[in-house]
C-alpha cells in the first residue's frame, strides 16, 4: 500500500489575524462599561458632570490656597490680592498655623520626640505580628513596649513601668507555673489571688508609710508604684512627666484607639465564650452585661465615667480621666467585639468541638489551640469593623474634656483669629482619620485573603 | 500481700472541686456569682457612703419639679414652667423625630448606593465606592459638626434675603438661612377630612386590586395588570375630590410658603422651620448610617450565588421578574438584621446631636436637667434605662423576624 497523497501541507505559520474591531480597545470598554443600554448612558452623562462640578469647585479652591497668613480675615485680604476678589480659594494657613495642636494637642513642644519615638516602637513592635514575611524573632520585643512607650509618653521616674513590668512577671510567673501543674483553671485563681494579696495590701501599706503620690499607676500596681518611689530615691532615672491635660489632638485619638483595641480583643473573647459556656451563671452573667454595653450609647458610658465614677469608688479616689476613657471605650468595644465572636464561634461546626474534646484536651486548650483560631478567622472582617468604629468613637471624648482634633477644632473655629473657618480644618482632621481607618479596612481585606486557605 | 488494688473511693476530697469536671462546673459557678456579687455589694456600698457624705439621696422626685429652662424644638406644648419630666418627654421625641427621618433617608440613600455599587455602569460603581469609603472612614461627629458649620454658620442671614444678596431656591418656596431652613407648611382647608377619607380608600382599593390580580394568576395563571390601574385608583379618586373642593369652596390642602417679613427685624413669616440643628443631625447620620446599609445590601446580593439568577433564568423569568421573585426575597434575609442593627447605631448615635445643640434627650435629661438639679446619678440612670429599653425591644423584634425568615431545613 502506498501511502496516500497528501494534498496540503502548510510548512510556515501564518501571522494570527487582528482581533476583530468590536472584541477590544478602548472604544468597546468604554461601549461595555459606560454606555452599554440607555439608562447606563444616561447615569454616565450625570456622573461624569458631578465629578466635573466637584473637580471644577474643589481644584482650584484647593490650589489657590493660602498657606502664610495670621487670620481668616488676613487670608482673604491675601487672597483678593493675589487672584482678585471672590474668587474662591482655601485659607490653608490655618494648618499651617495649628498643626501642631491638632496633631499633639499641648503636649510640650520640646519634647514632641518621645510620642513620635513612641510611635516608632510601636510600629516597630507590631509589625511582625501583622506581616507574616517579618522574622518572628521580633515579637520579643511586645511585653517591654508597651511600658516602653506609657513610659516616654508620661515621662517620670523610670522605676515606676520597670516595677510594673516586673510584677506583672511575678504574676504571670505564678500562672503559669500552677496553671502547669494543677489545670489551668488553679492557674487562674492563682495568678489572681497573687494579684489581690501580694499587691494591694503591701502597696498600701507603702502607701500609708512612706505617703507617696498617687498616680493612676499607683492606684493599680501599688507596690511597683512604691518601690519605684524608693528606688527613685536611691537612683534618680527620671525624664520630665506630661500630666494628661497635656495630651490631646490625634495622639490622644491614637493613644485611647490603640490602648482600647489591644485591651477590647482579649475581653472581648473572655465575653463571646463567657455567653457560649454551658454554666448557666457565666452564660447569665455574660449575656446581661453584654446588653447593657451595648444597649447604651457610648456618650453616655463616657458621661458616666466622667461624672459618675466618683460615686462608686472609694471616697477620695481620683483616677486619671484619660484612663477612665480607655477603660470605658475597651469595655465598650469588648461588648460589642463579644458578638461578632460569638458569631464565629456559632458558626463552626460542632465536629470541631466534638473533635477537640475526644483528643482529651481541657476547656482553655480546646478554645486555645482548635475552637478560637478558626472562629477568630471567621470573624475577622467583625472584629476590624469593630475596631475602625472603635477608632471613630475615641473623637466622642471631646464631650468629657478631652482635647481631641475635634475638640480643638471647635476651640480653633471659636478663636477671633479664625472664626468662620471649617472646611480646611475639617478636611485635615477627616484625612487624618481616614488614612489610620481605610488602612485597618485594606489590611483586613488582605488577612481574610491570606488566610482563606481552605479556599484557596 | 493482697494484688488486689483498692478500688477508686466515692469519697469527697476538697480538691476534687477543683480537679473533678463535675464539681468544678459547680465551683466556677458559684466562684462568679460571689465575685459578681461582692463587686456590685462594693459598688453600692462606695455609692451609699459617697451619697452619705454628700449628703444626698437617691430621689427621682426632681423629675416633677419646674424645669425652667428652654427647648428651642418642641413637639409638644412646652414651656419653661414645665416639668422636668416633660422636659424629657420632648427629648425623648425630638429623638425619635430625628431617629425616624433619619432611618427613611438612610435606607433610601443606603440601598441606592449599594445596588448603584453593584451597577454594572464602571464610573457609577466607582463613584458610589468612593462615596462609601469616604463617609465609613471617617467619624461621625466629624460628619455632624462639618454640616452644622455648613448649615448653621455658613448659611445667608435672613437679611440677606431681604436686601437681595441671597434667595430662595425650589421655585422661591425654600429658604436655606442660618436660622433653619424654610419649607412651605400644609395649611388644611375645607373638605380635608373628605379628601383624607378618599386617599385612605383609594390606597385599600389598590392593594384589593394587587390582591386580586395575584389570585387571578396564581388560579388561572392569567396575568392581569398591576401598576398601571393601581396608580389609577391611587391618583384619580383622590384628584376628583381636590378638584370638586377647590372649585366649589377652595382648596382642602394648600401651602404656606414661607417668606421674608417686609417690615420689621428681618425675619422669615408663614411656612415651616427646620431648624439647622435637626438637619445637620438628620443629614450626617443619614449620609453616615447610608454607607454603612450600602454595604450590608451589597453583601446580602453578593451573599445569593449566582446559580439562584441563572437558575431563574433558565426558568424563563426576566430580570425584573429574578430580582423580585428569586433574589431579593432571599437577600432579604441576610441584609435585614444587620440594618435593623444600624437603624439601632442611628437611635443611639442622634446622642450626638449634643454637638450642634439638638435638644434631644441626651440634651434635656442628660444635660441641662442634671445640671440644673444635680442629680447626676438618677438622671444618668433614667437616660441609659431609655436607650437600654428601645434597644432591648427592637432586639427582640429582630430575633422574632429571624425566626420568621430562617431557612427552614428538612
Keep these: 500500500m502506498t501511502e496516500p497523497a497528501t494534498g496540503f501541507v502548510r510548512t510556515e505559520m501564518l501571522d494570527p489575524l487582528a482581533p476583530p474591531e468590536r472584541a477590544g ?13 440607555w439608562l447606563n448612558a444616561i447615569l454616565t452623562v450625570i456622573s461624569l458632570y458631578v465629578v466635573w462640578r466637584v473637580l471644577a469647585t474643589v481644584v482650584p479652591w484647593a490650589a489657590n490656597g493660602i498657606w502664610d497668613a495670621t ?15 471672590g474668587v474662591p480659594g482655601a485659607c490653608w494657613a490655618v494648618i499651617h498655623d495649628r498643626w501642631r495642636q491638632l496633631l499633639f494637642g499641648f503636649y510640650p513642644k520640646a519634647l514632641y520626640w518621645r510620642p513620635i519615638l513612641a510611635l516608632a516602637i510601636f510600629v516597630v513592635t507590631v509589625l511582625p505580628f501583622l506581616v507574616p514575611a517579618l522574622p518572628r524573632r521580633l515579637m520579643w520585643m511586645a511585653p517591654v513596649a508597651p511600658f516602653a512607650i506609657f513610659w516616654l509618653l508620661w515621662g517620670g521616674s523610670v522605676w515606676t513601668p520597670v516595677l510594673a513590668m516586673a510584677g506583672l512577671a511575678v504574676i504571670w510567673g505564678v500562672w503559669s507555673s500552677v496553671g502547669d501543674r494543677h489545670g489551668a483553671f488553679a492557674g487562674w485563681v492563682a495568678g489572681i489571688v497573687a494579684l489581690v494579696v501580694i499587691f494591694l495590701p503591701v502597696g498600701r501599706a507603702f502607701d500609708a508609710v512612706l505617703g507617696t503620690g498617687e498616680t493612676w499607676l499607683d492606684a493599680l500596681f501599688p507596690l511597683a508604684g512604691n518601690i519605684g518611689a524608693l528606688l527613685e530615691r536611691a537612683l534618680p532615672a527620671s525624664i520630665q512627666s506630661v500630666i494628661t491635660r497635656e495630651f490631646g489632638g490625634f495622639e490622644l485619638s491614637f493613644i485611647i484607639g490603640v490602648a482600647g483595641i489591644i485591651l477590647s480583643l482579649p475581653l472581648g473573647i473572655l465575653l463571646a465564650l463567657g455567653r457560649q459556656s454551658h454554666l448557666l451563671v457565666v452564660r447569665v452573667l455574660s449575656v446581661s452585661f453584654i446588653e447593657i454595653i451595648r444597649g447604651v450609647p457610648l456618650i453616655v458610658w463616657l458621661f458616666t465615667a466622667s461624672l459618675l465614677l466618683n460615686y462608686f469608688l472609694p471616697p477620695g479616689t481620683n483616677f486619671d480621666l484619660m484612663l477612665r476613657v480607655i477603660i470605658m471605650v475597651t469595655i465598650f468595644a469588648g461588648a460589642y467585639l463579644a458578638e461578632v465572636i460569638r458569631g464565629g464561634l456559632a458558626a463552626l461546626p460542632k465536629g470541631q468541638y466534638e473533635a477537640a474534646d475526644a483528643l482529651g484536651l481541657d476547656y482553655w486548650k480546646s478554645m486555645r489551640l482548635i475552637i478560637l483560631p478558626q472562629a477568630l478567622k471567621i470573624s475577622i472582617p467583625g472584629i476590624v469593623n469593630t475596631f475602625i468604629a472603635m477608632f471613630k468613637d475615641t473623637t466622642l471624648v471631646m464631650f468629657v474634656g478631652l482635647l481631641d482634633p475635634l475638640g480643638l477644632s471647635n476651640s480653633i473655629r471659636a478663636d477671633q483669629s479664625w472664626n468662620g473657618i471649617y472646611w480646611e480644618l475639617f478636611l485635615f482632621i477627616g484625612a487624618l482619620f481616614f488614612v489610620v481607618c481605610f488602612g485597618m479596612s485594606r489590611y483586613s481585606m488582605y488577612l481574610e485573603h491570606r488566610l482563606a486557605r481552605d479556599r484557596r | 500481700m493482697t494484688a488486689t488494688t483498692e478500688p477508686p473511693r466515692a469519697g469527697f476530697r476538697l480538691s476534687l472541686l477543683i480537679r473533678d469536671t463535675r464539681y468544678r462546673a459547680i465551683t466556677i459557678q458559684v466562684l462568679a456569682l460571689a465575685v459578681t456579687a461582692a463587686v456590685l455589694y462594693w459598688l453600692g456600698w462606695n455609692t451609699t457612703r459617697n451619697l452619705a457624705a454628700m449628703g444626698k439621696q437617691i430621689d427621682f422626685s426632681f423629675i416633677w419639679g419646674r424645669a425652667g429652662y428652654d427647648i428651642s424644638q418642641t413637639l ?28 427613611v433617608l438612610a435606607t433610601v440613600i443606603g440601598v441606592f448606593v449599594g445596588v448603584l455599587r453593584l451597577s454594572n455602569n464602571w464610573l457609577v460603581a466607582r463613584l458610589m465606592t468612593v462615596y462609601v469609603e469616604v463617609f465609613r472612614n471617617v467619624p461621625l461627629l466629624l460628619w455632624i459638626l462639618l454640616i452644622g458649620a455648613i448649615v448653621i454658620g455658613a448659611a445667608p442671614e435672613p437679611r440677606a434675603f431681604r436686601d437681595g444678596t441671597a434667595s430662595m431656591i425650589l421655585g422661591s418656596t425654600v429658604a ?51 401598576l398601571w390601574p393601581a396608580l389609577a385608583l ?16 377652595g382648596e382642602p390642602l394648600a401651602f404656606d410658603v414661607p417668606a421674608i417679613a417686609e417690615t420689621g427685624i428681618p425675619r422669615f413669616v408663614g411656612g415651616m422651620q427646620l431648624r439647622g440643628s435637626l438637619l445637620a443631625l438628620w443629614l450626617a447620620l443619614s449620609l453616615y448610617t447610608a454607607s454603612h446599609i450600602a454595604e450590608n445590601v451589597r453583601g446580602g446580593i453578593l451573599a445569593i ?29 441576610v441584609i435585614v438584621p444587620p440594618l435593623i442593627s444600624q437603624y ?63 431557612l427552614r431545613e428538612r
Design chain 2, 234 to 249: 391611587l391618583v384619580l379618586p383622590g384628584l376628583a375630590v381636590w378638584a370638586g373642593f377647590t372649585l366649589a369652596e
Design chain 1, 71 to 85: 487670620s481668616l480675615s488676613n487670608c482673604r485680604e491675601i487672597r483678593d490680592e493675589l487672584y482678585g476678589p
Design chain 1, 25 to 37: 480597545g478602548p472604544l468597546v470598554w468604554l461601549r461595555a462599561n459606560l454606555f452599554s443600554s
Design chain 2, 176 to 226: 436655606v438661612s442660618n436660622r433653619g431652613i424654610f419649607i412651605p407648611a400644609p395649611v388644611i382647608g375645607p373638605g380635608a377630612g373628605w379628601l383624607a377619607l378618599v386617599v385612605v380608600l383609594s390606597i385599600a382599593a389598590a392593594l384589593l386590586w394587587r390582591w386580586r390580580a395575584r389570585r387571578i394568576l396564581y388560579t388561572s395563571g392569567r396575568m392581569v395588570p398591576v
Design chain 2, 305 to 333: 450565588s449566582r446559580g439562584q439568577t441563572e437558575a431563574a433564568h433558565a426558568l424563563g423569568l426576566r430580570s425584573g421578574r429574578t430580582m423580585q421573585l428569586v433574589i431579593l426575597p432571599q437577600a432579604l434575609r
Design chain 2, 344 to 406: 439601632l447605631n442611628i437611635i443611639k448615635n442622634s446622642s450626638l446631636g449634643l454637638a450642634v445643640g439638638y435638644m434631644d434627650l441626651r440634651s434635656t435629661l442628660g444635660g441641662i436637667t442634671i445640671n440644673q438639679t444635680g442629680r447626676e446619678l438618677e438622671g444618668m440612670l433614667l437616660l441609659g434605662l431609655f436607650y437600654l429599653v428601645i434597644s432591648l425591644i427592637i432586639s427582640g423584634g429582630m430575633n422574632l423576624y429571624n425566626n420568621h425568615v430562617r
Design chain 2, 76 to 103: 409638644i406644648p412646652y414651656t419653661a414652667d414645665s416639668t422636668h419630666a416633660r422636659a424629657a418627654l420632648v427629648g425623648v421625641l425630638n429623638t425619635l423625630l430625628v431617629s425616624a427621618l433619619a432611618i
